[in-house]
């Protein structure tokens, strides 16, 4: 089974196919890259061959890139020398690529060279784009569905087969940087516009194939190889390129704080490459890529936001012997806030969606909101009228309990006090019928006490949703003490249907994501009770990578809210509960009325509009700030190992039981530094020995809450890895 195969017809054209068996997308690997040029290395010496197109077998796409699974172990699998081993590989694909740039011609004289074309069915990402760009003329199937780019700066590395090079001189560093920096993917004809490809055409292969029987000499050599050439917006040290990159620079550190390692390193290739010939800029290209694949960063984020978020998307903790249970029609208890985006990612995944609240009026507000919603995305011209009345029309809004009849799944998303959920919990379970799977959207509260409200505990779950529910990507769901496997397959199923990720952990107060979340929010408040500038602790979690600081995510989320969760957990644990300077401070803020910025005034001032104005300065008449200041970096730690710590207890106290759920969802629910991978991946990358002696120096100066668990313990006195040592059961599961 082969991944290239080549066919030249009578015309002399040699057309090289790309079709990865077993896969609907083709992705590159080494043996693919050798079949390649094996292909291409036949058509140049074949005299009778006049051209070549490259092409997919696949009907609606080219490539997706390389495979993920090599990307993430090209490191290990480069020998004792790993840069060396890195290098010489990324060299060895830059050779080939160039060999199909040139096809045969003398660089010297310009001549001797065969035309090759690429014919694009649809998607190209990364190697998948990078390939065509080393070609003379890109053809791309006319379909809209299609995606044109280079997303690799989204998994934590750059184009490094001669992308970067290659398209900042096709399109000027001005023009490259929203695909190279940005890694957008565009639809064709926006792609031929921007000037990555060259035609859009009904039929990419046949308009390819005619290209090349009709090119010219000047059409087989590319701008940078023509004597004369000049790179488009100017070199770096040409005065309008001298501002280009000066502003690239600022933007990149503006909009990563530098805790980012690929966006760095991409810009120091092009800036760098721009200096140099051709050739020159390839092998910069190749040190700088290896680089980042020396960095621990990219393995974990290659890992973490594609490799294990696939894995659980596609069902990787998912009860193996219950049959599909997708859900088809859905009843949302609380037309608030919450239940009105739940009902939104519903309708729009195609269901029949039954919005319960109170009165006509509180249901058809919630309505209303995926009505607004869709007038917001046909002023975008992203949604048509037809499409918005099809999903108003599979959203009932209604008082009436009788239309949850039918329903196979039921969401309660009512206000977050238990008597509320067990009253409604109740009423509802009398209409729907016994094989309904009951789930609660809340946050905070134990799911084993609120099934207790329901007549068949095994059907009882929890669905925890983010908000705001229609842009979060991640979904909690939490098992009850009795919870059983339909129930968790039907959860899962629901998930994969609104095309979110979803975890699965077991039940325990505040579950996996708030049990992490709420240490990080309370240190902040902790040091600021301490005398350290708010500013300082904000900055130092975004210079970490968090998109938010710990004192700007209390702001947005409500002081009143944290004041709430405080008081309850206090009631649940009684004497056990751990007094905190925090929960202080955050009840004095709730009493003058500071509740965040709903109410225009928190730990920030607001204008009447609601942008924050600088912190508030009546902060620092009750807690001044400390003469000397906090190191930053010790500021940063205080707040990753307030966050990990809770993930490792979490584990340990089986609340999580796969540590890829650990690591994807602190990501995508409260944006846990993206570029270390999560928690776990963290840990292994600073280690367990060092993590271990830091809790101890933590635990020494700030106190018990950063005692290092036993497990940490354990492996730091083992020399183990969460990945070494529950990586291998993770996937097995």
């Known amino acids: 089974m082969t991944d290239f195969t080549m066919t030249t017809g009578d015309d002399g054209v040699a057309v090289i196919t790309w079709d990865v068996p077993g896969k609907s997308m083709n992705v590159m690997s080494l043996d693919g890259l050798a079949e390649l040029e094996a292909c291409f290395d036949t058509a140049l010496a074949d005299e009778a061959v006049k051209g070549i197109v490259i092409t997919s077998g696949k009907p609606d796409s080219f490539a997706g890139g390389m495979d993920l699974n090599l990307l993430a172990t090209l490191k290990e699998q480069a020998g004792d020398d790993p840069a060396r081993g890195l290098f010489e590989g990324t060299m060895a694909m830059h050779r080939l690529l160039r060999k199909i740039e040139l096809a045969g011609m003398d660089l010297k004289t310009k001549k001797g060279g065969k035309p090759v074309a690429a014919a694009l069915p649809g998607t190209a990402a990364g190697i998948g784009l990078e390939l065509p760009l080393a070609t003379h003329r890109i053809f791309v199937a006319d379909n809209p569905k299609a995606r044109i780019g280079l997303p690799e700066i989204m998994v934590g590395i750059f184009p490094g087969a001669g992308g970067t090079t290659r398209l900042t001189r096709k399109l000027g560093a001005m023009g490259a940087s929203p695909f190279l920096l940005e890694g957008q993917m565009v639809e064709p004809k926006k792609a031929k516009a921007a000037g990555l490809v060259d035609e859009v055409v009904a039929d990419p292969l046949a308009a390819a194939r005619e290209w090349v029987l009709n090119a010219k000499p000047a059409d087989r050599i590319k701008p940078w190889d023509d004597k004369g050439y000049k790179m488009p917006g100017g070199a770096p040290y040409h005065p309008a390129g001298f501002m280009t990159f000066v502003g690239a620079n600022a933007m990149v550190n503006g909009k990563t704080q530098g805790a980012f390692p690929a966006p760095k390193a991409l810009l120091s290739a092009v800036y760098e490459g721009a200096l140099v010939p051709f050739d020159t800029a390839l092998k910069i290209e190749a040190r700088w890529f290896t680089n980042v694949l020396m960095n621990p960063s990219s393995g974990a984020m290659i890992r973490s936001l594609f490799l294990n978020k696939e894995a659980l998307e596609k069902g990787a903790v998912r009860p193996k012997d219950v049959p599909d249970q997708r859900v088809k029609k859905l009843g949302v208890l609380g037309a608030g806030m919450m239940g009105a985006g739940i009902a939104l990612v519903s309708a729009q995944a195609g269901m029949e969606v039954v919005l319960i609240d109170r009165d006509q009026a509180a249901a058809d507000k919630g309505k209303a909101y995926t009505e607004a919603y869709l007038d917001k995305g046909i002023a975008r011209k992203k949604v048509t009228p037809e499409k918005k009345e099809a999903m108003l029309n599979l959203i009932t809004a209604t008082p009436d309990l009788d239309a949850l009849k039918g ?82 397959a039907k959860a899962l199923d629901y998930v994969r249907q609104i095309r979110k990720t979803p975890i699965v952990v077991n039940d325990a107060r505040f579950f996996y994501c708030n049990r992490c979340i709420i240490p990080y929010v309370n240190e902040g408040a902790r040091m600021i009770t301490e005398g350290v500038a708010p500013a300082l602790i904000d900055h130092a979690a975004q210079q970490l990578g968090f998109p938010v600081g710990p004192i700007q995510l209390t702001d947005e989320t409500s002081i009143d809210l944290g004041a709430k969760i405080a008081r309850a957990t206090k009631a649940a644990m009684g004497n056990a509960y751990p007094d905190s300077p925090a929960d202080e401070m955050i009840f004095w803020m709730e009493e003058k009325g500071r509740l965040g910025r709903k109410a225009k005034a928190g730990f920030f001032d607001y204008d009447e509009a609601g942008k924050r104005q600088g912190y508030w300065k009546g902060m620092q008449d009750k807690y001044p700030l400390a003469e000397e200041q906090p190191g930053l970096i010790e500021v940063q730690q205080r707040l990753m190992f307030a966050q990990v710590l809770e993930a490792v207890r979490a584990l340990e106290e089986g609340v999580l039981e796969d540590i890829r759920e650990g690591d994807v969802g602190a990501i995508l629910a409260w944006g846990f530094a993206p570029w270390s991978g999560g928690p776990f991946s963290w840990l292994d990358i600073i280690g367990a020995e060092y993590a271990a002696e830091r809790c101890d120096q933590l635990e020494a100066a700030y106190g018990p809450r950063f005692k290092c668990p036993d497990l940490l313990r354990e492996m730091a006195e083992k020399g183990q890895t969460f990945y070494g040592r529950f990586g291998a059961q993770a996937q097995a599961a």
């Not at 009253?423 to 006490?449: G, K, Q, Y």
């Open 407 to 488: 329903c196979d799944l039921i969401i309660e998303a009512v206000f977050e006090d238990p008597k509320v959920k067990a009253e409604i919990t109740a009423r509802v379970a009398a209409v729907i019928p016994e094989t309904c799977i009951f789930a609660s959207n809340t946050s905070t509260l134990p799911i084993s006490d609120l099934a207790k409200a329901f007549p068949r505990q095994k059907d009882f779950i929890g669905i925890h949703f983010f908000s705001p529910v229609e842009k979060m990507l991640l979904v909690e769901i939490i098992k009850g003490k009795e919870t059983g496997p339909v129930a968790v």
